[in-house]
């Protein structure tokens, strides 16, 4: 089954969406299976990572900014390309196990929608295969 999420995200930052991608498996009724997160955007992307503390969401956005700066030789007009760059960078998708219809995550885990060249309204796909 094909899942569709609509959200709308700050400038910059990670957004917890471990719940609706549960949702999702439940309402599919899987037991057993797989599922895929998957960021349809080029400046946004989907990363797993922990759930626990906060200052990680924002330590992993100014890391990023330091490794990719908005550098004054980019050509792209619409001049997001550092935000393009990260998107590659963390990926358009993950893919997570289902077991006894639950996500197996680790304990400190949780699954971020990564927005970086907000705010917009975003969407993100999960596709929950098995039986
Ligand atoms: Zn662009």
Not at 49 to 61: I, M, R
Not at 84 to 99: R, Y
Not at 110 to 129: A, L, Q, S, T
Request: glycine share 12%.
């Amino acid at each position: 089954m094909l899942f569709d999420f609509k959200l709308s995200t700050p400038s910059q930052g990670l957004i917890d969406i471990t719940g609706e991608v549960q949702a999702a498996i439940t309402e599919s009724g899987v037991n057993e299976g797989f599922c895929i997160v998957f960021c349809p955007h080029t400046t946004a992307a989907v990363t797993i990572n922990e759930n626990a503390d906060p200052d990680v969401k924002s330590d992993f956005v100014m890391g990023l900014d330091k490794a990719f700066p908005d550098l004054e030789g980019f050509d792209h007009a619409e001049g997001n390309s550092d935000a393009h760059i990260k998107s590659s960078t963390v990926g358009a998708s993950e893919t997570i196990i289902i077991s006894g219809g639950r996500l197996l995550l680790g304990t400190w885990q949780g699954i971020y929608f990564c927005e970086f060249d907000g705010p917009r309204n975003r969407k993100f796909y999960v596709k929950v295969m098995g039986g």
